[in-house]
């Protein structure tokens, strides 16, 4: 499956299909293709007066026509989102409908508005000829006009871009149906739930295109990157389009006569195409007024920034006008935390080798240790931990919904050593995304970030003749994970030191108490040891891939997707935050978090608790230096263009923060001059949906 990811824009608009796809939609009147070609709105921002003062777009009065906004257009905003907005903020349908007849005349006044800019910025790609000769050498009706009206401000690249991710959506939609059609003739689906994925796996790049990609109706040979869903025939494709086609009949979306066959020919088709260059040519005209705004962000003005932020927490941590507990839980790419009030603040990834089921109910009945006025069954505890087995939970990612296995033999540092002798196999997962940074300059897909990937499935897997598999867990003991954990680290290129070794006195302990009969919590370390960075952790590397900071980082993050239980620690930034305060944890988690936290990132201890086994890795932690990231007036501009780095993450945050700022007060500015007077409503043409209040 392919994720694809575009940024947000202010002025949006449903797609229609969204209702296409909903048979017998509530707002669907008797007769909907009549009712949805009434149009409710026409937009023409040459009618305003500014427009006609001889200003700046004056001379572009001709490339702009009169565009009516139908019935249809406002159904679908309902039927995509509508609902759910008037759930989320209390909205009446009057105000809803409101908002979206709103939000469809300021699209197009940013449309027209897009136009006249790239015409108006002496480019000689673009001009009222060149415009007027595309429009008149469109074959069709109306709409092709339109479209290669709008197709003659993009490049072929951005067109083709469009083009491909409208394709996508399209296929997305009949794989949908498709599933629910095979998924009916299935008596043995597996309901199993599936490991999660780390964050970005097939996510596809923001430009890339596909060009000879079409859409598949099962009529025709599959072109282009497309793939099949699981169990697809001629005839279930076949069955899912002709499902998509009654319901585009049924909500009136469907011209009678046309030839489906050529689905690209459809009225209904054309119209997302439109829709879809618009959006292209906003995202344009936003990426032009961004490009205004960084032209500001000078690197002065990017140690400014930096300067600020680290004066505003020093001071709001001391004064505890700002919460660092807050701070931590909200770090990201784009939200920092440059200090802290003390050392000892930090993150550590969690991985839960647990109890099995028996063991734990072995743990609640037995008694407590002899003599121990507490209630606590440390001793007990230690008898159980020696037989706790953990297995390779990635499983699922071979037999779910979605099969994300590949053969790895021949695979660069593939690394399947088996700690306890047993039979073990090749197979890797996420190959696109993990050779997305070798495919160079078009790229399909993105790189899958803090995920080394080199670490096979820990059992044995075996596929049948119809590609289904068999698949079989090793089972290892502690002693067995942590070979595994320093040898994978090793095979990384990475040195580990032990500081605290395996005793073998460990389970036959029974004295855990200090002096004064305080459970003494180190008494519970089983092992402890360290990454050794060259020249000591440099967090200013922590998410540059190839660096050994981030090496460490994606071993042990990809350690945690295959044998941790703790799944609520997967897919987090750094991990759990750490204070050095009095947390939630548990007793025997808390004290080992706050301990490698001190010690600082790279430091690992593995202690129990009732929950089974925990291997407690520091990912990133606040030491002696408070200041990890430099102190004021050393942000390190030159570092800006290496990806990864602190320099470049802080960067493009600000960056993006400041121009996105000035960007949409540029929308708003361009609204507020054209929207009112540059467009007419006709609100008793929905009046039947704005008063639905009282209908009902």
Known sequence: MKHRTRAAIAISVASVMAC???AGCDLVTTDAKKDYEQVIAEVNITESEEFNAGGEFAAYKDVIGTESIYKRDMVASFVASGSSVMSQYGWTYHDTFEAIKDSLINRQVYVQYAKVYFLSQG????????????????T??????????????????EEQEALYGLRSSFNSSLDAVEEGIIDADEDDADSASVRTTPTGVDTESEHYYDADYRIYTGTETVFGSYEKVEGSTAYTRRQAYSTFLTNLRSSGLLDGGEDTTKIEELSYFKRERKNSYESAIINK???????????????????????TILKNQKDGFEADTLSIDDALDGMSDSSFVLTAPQAGYGFVINILLPFSAQQTQDLGDIEMDKGDTQGNKFAW??????NVLATDQRGTWFTGEEDYSFDGTDAEGLYNAASNGAARSNYLFFENSLSADKSGEGKQYEPLKNYYGKYSYNGTVTKDDDGKYTVKPNKIKIDGFISEMEGYLKSAGLTTKVTHDIDGNYYKQTDYYDKDGKVDYSKFVYYEGNVEFGGGFNAKNMFVAGSPENKAFSVINELSFAYNTDTAGLNTYLGYAVTPKK??????????????????????IVVPSDYGWHIIYCTFSFTDDLTPF????????????????????????????????????????????????????YEDRYADLSGLDSAS
């Not at 069709?140 to 690249?157: H, M, P, R, S, V």
């Not at 005209?285 to 300067?307: P, R």
Request: aromatic share 12%.
């Open 140 to 157: 069709g009706g109306e709409l092709d006009k339109a479209i290669a009206g709008l197709g003659y401000f993009l490049t072929e690249e």
């Open 20 to 22: 296409g796809l909903l």
């Open 583 to 604: 947390t939630d944890f548990v007793s025997e988690f808390e004290y080992a978090a706050q301990e490698v936290c001190k010690k600082g990132a790279g430091h690992y």
């Open 381 to 386: 505890r230690a008898s159980i931990l020696k």
């Open 123 to 138: 480019n000689s790609d673009c001009t009222v000829q060149g415009y007027q000769a595309a429009v008149n050498a469109a």
């Open 630 to 681: 430099g102190a004021a007036g050393s942000f390190d501009a030159a570092d800006k263009d290496t990806e990864g780095s602190f320099a470049n993450l802080f960067y493009e945050a600000q960056k993006t923060a400041a121009t996105n700022s000035y960007s949409s007060n540029k929308q708003t500015d361009i609204i507020n001059r054209f929207a009112e007077v540059g467009s007419t409503v």
């Open 285 to 307: 005209l936003s990426d032009a007024f961004e490009e205004e705004a960084a032209k500001g962000v000078t690197d002065q003005w990017m140690k400014d920034k930096y300067d």
